[in-house]
């Protein structure tokens, strides 16, 4: 039978490698004192879709259920732990979670993830453990030829508010930045005669590099003190990670947030081989306002998919495939039970055998049974 757009039967390499990234994640979190958690697949519309989370409906899978409501699978982990963490003991402040996430604007409708998030601990040392079990995760997977790329959604917001926009003006002028579409930015930033912000709106879309850019905004921004201390929280978090080890971090001033409950830093990893982003997530604050709450809050998420297809696992295992019968099988799986550490077939009609590195065979000889090589 077919399958519906987007959905994929897997074998072989991919599910191999990307077990084994679940794995490395599993152990690297546990060592570094997160609890893992886990929501259900199935949820409530209005998780996703309410105005602190503010995902679309169009983009996700969903029905109604026999009360009428809408329920969606899984859209978005940071949401629905969200829902889950406000309900748990305050003192556990680390949480891991693994599995796929379903999204209909994307090229495959299932995304396989791996994410932490990080409450109630002060926003330094937060995004410092984001950003340092990131590396951590990457070192032990052996990919080192990545970047990482740090933002903040506090430029846009405060270059904007003396433009006075309505939400659809801020909306439009935000996609032109994501597009970096310089025009529009302009067109856009100007038209209430702003033509100064619409200024430095528009050479934030090029406003992205290495630590000449911190440099560079450090100095022209000193006379405003919340851009001044934004750049310098960009600029610490950028030591951090040098000081670690990261070979190149970058800045894009310019970022704007992807996702509507994102409320300060922002940062991603990229593959420098394919360019994919292999994992996102920043500060989201604002998400627990929904609870009555004030929470300091931020996580990451890694993309299993993208990191499992540029893994290697090394396969030592030797392959061994017992040749036997019905009435030997018994004897067959004590012999296997011999060849420890490797990986073991047994079979009646000798099939595609070139994949073994030795074969053997069951036979009788005075009644009892021995083996001898094939």
Not at 28 to 45: F, L
Request: glycine share 6%.
């Amino acid at each position: 039978m077919f399958l519906p757009a987007g959905s994929q039967d897997e074998i072989g390499n991919r599910l191999i490698n990307r077990s084994k990234a679940y794995e490395i994640f599993r152990k690297i979190t546990t060592d570094r004192n997160y609890k893992q958690i886990s929501t259900p697949v199935v949820e409530y519309a209005t998780t996703f879709t309410n105005k602190y989370a503010g995902m679309n409906l169009q983009n996700m899978l969903k029905w109604f259920n026999r009360e009428g409501e809408i329920e969606v699978l899984r859209a978005d982990w940071t949401t629905a732990i969200a829902r889950a963490v406000v309900n748990q003991d305050s003192s556990q402040l680390k949480w891991s979670y693994q599995g796929s996430v379903f999204r209909s604007d994307k090229d495959g409708i299932e995304s396989r993830q791996a994410g932490i998030e990080i409450v109630h601990t002060p926003s330094f040392l937060g995004e410092s453990e984001c950003l340092l079990t990131a590396v951590t995760y990457l070192t032990e997977l052996n990919t080192d030829n990545y970047l990482i790329e740090l933002g903040h959604t506090g430029i846009f917001e405060e270059l904007t508010s003396p433009l006075q926009l309505t939400e659809d003006q801020l909306e439009k002028l935000r996609g032109a930045m994501h597009d970096k579409r310089r025009d529009v930015v302009y067109q856009i930033a100007a038209s209430n005669g702003q033509e100064e912000i619409a200024e430095a709106l528009t050479n934030l879309v090029d406003a992205y590099g290495s630590f000449d850019i911190i440099n560079k905004y450090e100095k022209m921004w000193s006379d405003n003190d919340r851009l001044l201390n934004i750049i310098k929280h960009i600029k610490q978090l950028a030591n951090l990670l040098k000081d670690s080890g990261v070979d190149e971090v970058l800045v894009d001033l310019g970022r704007v947030k992807n996702l509507p409950y994102y409320c300060g830093l922002m940062f991603r990893g990229f593959l420098k081989s394919s360019g994919l982003t292999c994992f996102s997530g920043g500060r989201y604050d604002k998400l627990y306002e929904q609870f009555d709450e004030r929470i300091s809050a931020v996580g990451l998420a890694f993309d299993v998919d993208v990191l499992a297809e540029n893994l290697v696992v090394e396969d030592n295992l030797k392959k061994v495939c017992i040749l036997a019968t019905e009435a030997s099988h018994v004897y067959a799986e004590t012999v296997r039970k011999t060849y420890t550490n490797s990986i073991v077939d047994i079979q009646y009609e000798p099939t595609n055998l070139e994949q073994f590195d030795k074969v053997v065979k069951i036979v009788t000889e005075n009644n009892q049974y021995k083996v001898v090589e094939a």
